[in-house]
């Protein structure tokens, strides 16, 4: 058997995604991206929008597949890690289906895989206590705040235990402080659940919060410019304050200062972009 403490949660291998155009060469997402996950890491894309984050996330998820390059998913293709439900994956929409209850939403991708009742019951059961909704079962979406529905879409992802979680911008209709205060649960959950995630984010101190790497992308044709570890010691143990560190804000500057490396060629689309992203 393989040694699975050596094979990485995700490896990218020089992947490139050109959207055909009806007319013309079509459009270059990414160029040549390669990345690898550890087990158990947590690391986040940012960049302008645009710049390819969610396409590149969709790759890992075999939601879509790249024009060149590879990308495997605990050593196997993404097409089988997909089958083998590998990974758990989060939108910035919660898709909950409002005809069910909170706990009815977390036991569907249970269902359709064939895990009876009983199991289903007390994995939902556990789930809910996890993120914080105990008081929430039976409740259904249109009942709960932004939140509240984005812990259920977080749940149901976790709902098969997988070793990966995918989260395209989790958080990026929540306000400030709800926004805060899920980062603050995402840290626990992850050191619960000990799930490897790539995380798309607009903000810089969301992902310097959260992260081990924070991977800087640049804007068409997406690719990495950089990757800063940050230095902030294990993910698991960061707590609120946690903001207000030093070595925090040294990341925050670190990482603006590397999205903003266009602004300094002045290239006015450049600057553009670079408004899509949060600096405070
Ligand atoms: N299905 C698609 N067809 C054509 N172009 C696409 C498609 N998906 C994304 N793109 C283009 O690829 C680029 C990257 O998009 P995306 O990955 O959504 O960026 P981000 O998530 O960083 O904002 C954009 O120029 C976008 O218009
Ligand atoms: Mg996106």
Not at 9 to 24: E, L, Q
Not at 140 to 149: A, F, R, T
Request: proline fraction near 5%; charge should be negative.
């Amino acid at each position: 058997m393989t040694n699975t403490t050596s094979v990485p949660a995700v490896d990218i291998h020089g992947v490139s995604r050109i959207f055909a155009a009806r007319k013309g060469p079509g459009v270059t997402a990414l160029d040549d991206v390669s990345l690898t996950v550890a087990p158990g890491e947590f690391v986040s894309l940012i960049g302008p929008s645009g710049c390819g984050k969610s396409t590149l996330l969709r790759l890992v998820a075999d939601l879509d597949v790249p024009t060149s390059g590879s990308i495997e998913v605990f050593g196997k293709p993404a097409r089988q890690a997909r089958i083998d439900q590998d990974y758990g994956i989060v939108f910035q929409q919660a898709g909950l289906l409002p005809w069910r209850t909170v706990a009815g939403n977390i036991e569907l991708p249970l269902e359709l895989h064939g895990v009876g009742k009983a199991a289903r019951r007390r994995r939902a059961a556990e789930l809910i206590t996890l993120v914080g909704l105990s008081d929430f079962a039976s409740h259904y979406p249109d009942q709960l705040s932004g939140g509240m529905q984005q812990r259920v879409a977080i749940a149901r992802s976790l709902a098969e235990s997988p070793s990966l979680l995918l989260m395209d911008e989790p958080f990026g209709a929540l306000d400030e402080m709800t926004r805060e205060r899920m980062q603050n649960e995402l840290v626990r959950i992850c050191a619960e659940t000990q799930a490897a995630v790539v995380f798309v984010t607009h903000s810089i101190p969301e992902a310097v919060f959260l992260s081990n790497r924070v991977v800087v992308m640049s804007p068409r044709p997406g690719r990495i410019r950089s990757i800063v570890s940050v230095g902030l010691g294990d993910v698991s143990g960061r707590g609120e304050g946690l903001r207000e560190n030093e070595g925090f804000f040294h990341s925050l500057s670190e990482v603006r200062d590397l999205l903003h490396g266009d602004d300094a060629a002045g290239a006015s689309e450049n600057q553009a972009g670079a408004r899509g992203v949060e600096t405070r």
